[in-house]
């Protein structure tokens, strides 16, 4: 079947720099899409989300962005702190299923 | 500490075996997410239950089966184990069964087959 996918899987940030993740996804039918962060040995936490009828929601330090012309979601995290060093994921949902991405694996220099 | 607890937090065992992991949610959550992530998969929805009922299922093996009890905690059940069924299996919990915004992620149990 179709699946989320992420374009980097590393990426490597200065702190107080913003950050951008990105992902595509390739199920029109999806309708709801999630960014969720994790920690090393820890579950995921959600982050932020966004429907289908939006193309962007801000949250506190994160904003993401949706365009469904090309299928791309993105998160924007803004001053990057030590504390956004993660593993972060995307997600579809179409009926209450959701499918992941790969995963991004960010570092923040000091 | 996310309120969802998970047991046991280890598994070793043996191909061919079954074993069963259980969650507990968030008191007041109705929903139940099971999640696999392995190193090859990446993370996975297993399947969800809501109030007792199967709400959504995904890449869910017909050798696992899962049900949510009456008090709503829920068990995972695997079967007939394979060396690819090792992962750290995930449970979260939600007031409904939409409100991913407040889903809430156990520290899941490391299952290991040999």
């Known amino acids: 079947g179709e699946s989320v996918g992420l374009h980097l899987p590393t990426l490597s940030v200065q702190e107080g720099d913003n950050s951008i993740i990105n992902c595509a996804y390739s199920?029109?039918?999806?309708?709801?899409f999630i960014w969720y962060k994790q920690e090393s040995g820890k579950g995921p936490q959600f982050i932020i989300d966004i429907r289908s009828n939006m193309d962007k929601r801000q949250g506190q330090r994160v904003t993401v962005l949706l365009n469904k012309t090309v299928k791309h979601l993105s998160l924007q995290i803004a001053a990057t702190q030590p504390g956004d060093s993660a593993v972060y994921f995307c997600?579809?949902?179409?009926?209450?299923?959701?499918?992941f991405g790969a995963g991004t694996t960010v570092t923040v220099r000091a | 500490d996310s309120g969802v607890t998970q047991t046991p937090k280890h598994l070793i065992t043996a191909t061919g075996q079954r074993v069963t992991l259980r969650c507990s949610p968030r008191?007041?959550?109705?929903?139940v997410y099971w999640y696999q992530q392995s190193l090859d998969q990446g993370l996975q929805f297993l399947i969800q239950y809501y109030n007792g009922e199967e709400r959504a299922k995904g890449n869910i093996l017909e050798r696992f089966s899962a049900q949510q009890f009456p008090d709503l905690h829920s068990e995972l059940n695997l079967s007939s184990l394979e060396l690819g069924d090792s992962a750290l299996y995930f449970c979260?919990?939600?007031?409904?069964?939409?409100?991913?915004?407040?889903?809430?992620f156990g520290p899941g149990t490391r299952l290991t087959v040999l």
């Open positions: 979260a919990s939600s007031v409904t069964s939409t409100s991913y915004n407040e889903q809430f």
């Open positions: 008191s007041g959550d109705l929903s």
């Open positions: 997600a579809e949902r179409e009926d209450y299923k959701l499918s």
């Open positions: 199920n029109s039918a999806s309708d709801y």
